[in-house]
């Protein structure tokens, strides 16, 4: 029966632009105690109503240069002609300290962190219809039509990397698809491994001759 201290979980959640997958998270991380959002760093321009620090670290190209050539990012991506990156130190710091975590990138950051975090767990979200991406990628009222249809395409080519996720989650009705997210969380901290340190002083009342 172990007695180690408790570390905390990653959760990577991937999905292509206009999934909803931003809110879901957010979401998750405002209803879950003990689950801290990582921010990463960008050096793409900060949308109305971001807040440098809190939805991004947002950063100039070299600057984003010199931190990667450092070895500060876990991993790293281009989209859309801009870079995104998660900071190590920031991410083992939280873990360290018990909290699970959850990184939103795309599937591009999602196989690197699965490749040297192997006991990572990655969720794919999937929209409910094409046509339904492509509305709500209209509604957001962000970008031309230009602009959505190379989104639409870079979407296409993203779900088909849906596969390699450990978990699928719809976003067809919000509050059912923030219900599942949830639900792989609490399943993940009810491992037999995770409550016999939560419970240890418990399961040796219990036990004992």
Do not use: C
Not at 31 to 52: F, V
Request: no cysteine; glycine share 4%; proline share 2%.
């Amino acid at each position: 029966m172990s007695t180690n201290k408790i570390t905390g979980t990653l959760f990577i959640v991937s999905a292509p632009s206009g999934t909803g997958k931003t809110s879901l998270v957010n979401a998750l991380v405002r209803d879950t105690n003990h689950l801290k959002l990582s921010i990463s760093h960008t050096t793409r321009k900060a949308r109305p109503k971001e807040i440098d620090g809190y939805n991004y670290h947002f950063i100039n190209e070299r600057k984003f240069k010199q931190m990667e050539l450092a070895g500060v990012f876990m991993e790293s991506a281009s989209v859309f002609g801009n870079f995104y990156g998660t900071s190590q130190d920031a991410v083992q710091k939280m873990l360290d300290e018990g909290h699970d975590v959850v990184l939103e990138i795309d599937w591009q950051g999602a196989e690197q962190i699965k490749t040297r975090f192997p006991q990572a767990i990655s969720i794919f979200i999937l929209p409910p219809s094409i046509n339904a991406l492509r509305d709500r990628l209209e509604n957001r009222g962000q970008d031309s039509s230009k602009v959505i249809d190379v989104r639409m395409e870079k979407a296409i080519a993203e779900l088909k990397h849906y596969h390699k996720a450990d978990y699928l989650v719809v976003n067809d009705d919000f509050e059912e698809a923030l219900k599942s997210l949830k639900a792989i969380v609490k399943s993940n901290r009810m491992t037999t491994a995770k409550q016999e340190i939560i419970n240890n002083r418990l399961i040796k009342s219990l036990i004992k001759e």
